[in-house]
């Protein structure tokens, strides 16, 4: 019954998905959509890697930014124009999962708070290097082709093209975490050392998640690319954009699927919003997100859908425990046939 409920509810969350832009026809209403996809997407796939071996990562944008420009820089050298732009959304995925690799094998060698920093180091390193290099287009980035849609179908195809990938991922993350894969990334999560004992290969499983994060990250990066229709050392290496996933699957909850996509349909259109207020000009709008941070570590550290679930329990369970403790199975001992009569300590009265 439950499976069943889950399984409506799911679909009844497609369906409206699917129904938003054309209720909503608004250009600018439905870019809210297109963004808080793009931001859905990359938070998934921050999870599969992150959320399952519990290695933090602070440098998803590196695949995010080098998804972009390498669906620039193909389009710019091959002559490729209109929606045949769509068509290197692939090849930005293969660009994402090989940088993964060696990205990996130097980050993936230290643990814990090192791996942050150091994932920090090469995210920079990469900045760097798309300000500098004469291919990056430099300080100037790069422009995408142009695409002949007009303003209410561009927006629309776009959310459609988002949709796609955050159902996508999603599929892949669930794949994952029902698979024996899955499985030992949640085994190195808890102790990897002990994992390694019981035969986990944990170097080659970690990179491989990696490497499929990589993959997602650099081709929904592709697609932000496309839609914006330009990228720039500072917004496709954008530092905000890694603290930005963190918050998301920490607000909506740090190992869960689903949290990671609540936790991206809530920041983004937020911030989205916050950016067209005045009263939040400048950089208001960061401060007031990274208090929203901090309360949510303070006081929801494992954020809405896992302390949601379980108020529902309680609810639900009247407050009995959720799980009847185990009693002993098989019959009752069998009383005595015979019984003594007791033993007076005092004499006869």
């Excluded at 409206?16 to 998934?44: C, D, R």
């Excluded at 519990?54 to 440098?59: F, N, T």
């Excluded at 988002?162 to 999560?189: C, E, H, K, P």
């Excluded at 919003?273 to 303070?298: C, R």
Aim: hydrophobic fraction near 50%; proline fraction near 6%; charged fraction near 10%.
């Amino acid at each position: 019954m439950e499976t069943l409920v889950k399984g409506g509810g799911l679909i009844v969350l497609l369906v409206l998905a699917v129904l938003y832009p054309q209720v909503f026809t608004n250009p600018a209403v439905t870019n809210y959509g297109v963004l808080a996809l793009i931001f859905a997407t990359a938070a998934v796939a921050w999870h599969i890697f992150s959320g399952n071996t519990g290695y933090i990562s602070l440098g998803q944008a590196v695949f995010y930014g080098s998804g972009a420009y390498a669906m620039g820089i193909a389009a710019r050298d091959w002559h490729i124009q209109g929606t045949g732009v769509f068509e290197l959304i692939p090849l930005s995925g293969a660009v994402g999962a090989v940088i993964a690799i060696p990205f990996g094998l130097i980050a993936l060698r230290v643990r814990r708070h090192t791996f942050i920093v150091v994932t920090i180091a090469i995210f920079f390193i990469f900045q760097l290097m798309a300000f500098n290099f004469w291919f990056t287009g430099g300080s100037s980035g790069l422009g995408s082709p142009f695409l002949s849609w007009a303003p209410v179908p561009y927006n629309q195809n776009f959310y459609y093209i988002a949709l796609a990938f955050t159902v996508g991922s999603v599929i892949v993350a669930w794949l994952i975490g029902r698979s024996r894969f899955g499985l030992q990334l949640r085994a190195i999560r808890d102790d990897e050392d002990r994992a390694r004992g019981l035969g986990v290969k944990a170097m080659r499983v970690k990179l491989a998640a990696f490497a499929i994060s990589g993959a997602l990250t650099a081709m929904i990066g592709a697609v932000w690319f496309y839609y914006l229709n330009q990228v720039e050392p500072q917004t496709g290496f954008n530092p905000l954009f890694d603290l930005t996933l963190v918050l998301m699957v920490f607000l909506g909850g740090y190992g869960s699927i689903s949290g990671a996509v609540l936790g991206a349909l809530i920041i983004e259109p937020l911030t989205l919003w916050m950016n067209t207020q005045p009263a939040f000009s400048g950089s208001i709008s960061e401060v007031i997100i990274g208090a929203v941070f901090l309360l949510v570590v303070l006081f929801m550290p494992r954020g809405i859908v896992p302390t949601g679930g379980e108020f529902i329990t309680k609810i639900r369970t009247k407050g009995r425990p959720a799980v009847i403790p185990a009693t002993t199975v098989g019959p009752a001992p069998a009383a005595p046939l015979h019984s003594d009569p007791p033993v007076s300590s005092g004499g006869a009265r």
